[in-house]
């Protein structure tokens, strides 16, 4: 069900750090999220570095992991720029998010969650057809060859156009589905956010031991009637 390389990946970080699960904390939430992010980039090659174009054209390296220097410590020039983009760690982290999400949900709940269609545009999971679940996750930062962290900007829902997008998409969702809960998880929720006034029913940071309870009785308490319970 979870693509490849997502799936080994997600496999392995959940038994090294979920498989028991008496001992779920907010400390080994986070290094489950964060040590899946740095392995998704790894595989992909997707690291932080920099080279110097004006050395390039000289037939001289001059690279670097990392944040780029502004001028080149090899010619002095301002022409230094930086290798990878952004939007390609934003894409496989939002995926990363999403998937090691999914395990966890499968694994330390009894709720039944099912992916969505990637044509789907308002949400990335349901829990029945009473549940929409909109997955907003970031990494915080990108670990380098040389062991080194580049620290993003803005992780999760902090970045504040990454908000306005899942807002948006609970307000579509629930003008089609007004009797329906639409739920955002995330890995990183700026202080002050709530959805108060806004069209969503819960905000939950799954690196939270409290707010991943939360969110699962959340469920429990809205996912409606299932075949089983006529029995
Ligand atoms: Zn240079």
Redesign the pocket.
Known sequence: MIPEPYQSIINKRYEQFLQDTTKINDENLKNYFDICFEDIFSHYGLYACWI?V??MKNN?L?KGWGEKPDV??????S??FSVATFQAWATKAGDMFGWAFYKLIQEYSDLEITSMPRHNRTHDFEITHKIAIEAKGSAEYIKNPDGSKYYLDIPGMKRSDTEKKAFANGEKYKSQHPNNKFFIVTNAVPEGLTVEGRAADGLFDMTNKQDLDKFINECTKNKGETLSSFF
């Open positions: 110097c004006n050395c001289i001059s080149c410590p090899k010619c002095g020039e022409t230094t």
